[in-house]
């Protein structure tokens, strides 16, 4: 049987792995035992993309849950946008009635004195 190079250990990184590989160091590997290895490693790299993939998925129903606020946001701030606009308008329509006022009654005491 060939002559295989060791790896550091499993991907999973498990001290049973990191045990089994310090036994075996420098001893001829089997293609047996290379693709039990080989396979060992996959179904780590395997559950780390499950992990990655769950945590994607909460970050994905966290960013939902951002985009519905900022929709409220949104909402919120163009309602105050359209009340302040109609404040504006009747606050600029009591100016002018403030100034009409005025003008008539200065035009009142000039015609008095």
């Known amino acids: 049987m060939p002559s295989l190079s060791r790896?550091?250990?499993g991907a999973t990184g498990s001290s049973k792995a990191k045990c089994y590989d310090r036994l075996l160091a420098g001893k001829p590997?089997?293609?047996t035992l290379q693709v039990l290895r080989e396979i060992?490693?996959?179904k780590g790299t395997n559950t780390r993309l499950d992990r990655v993939e769950q945590r994607v998925g909460a970050v994905g129903q966290r960013v939902g849950g951002v985009e519905l606020r900022i929709e409220g946001v949104g909402r919120r701030q163009t309602e105050t946008e359209v009340r302040l606009a109609i404040e504006l308008v009747a606050v600029a329509k009591a100016v002018g009635e403030v100034r009409d006022l005025l003008r008539d009654r200065l035009d009142d005491r000039a015609r008095v004195d």
Do not use: A, D
């Open 7 to 9: 790896g550091t250990g």
């Open 29 to 31: 590997v089997s293609l």
């Open 40 to 42: 060992r490693e996959r």
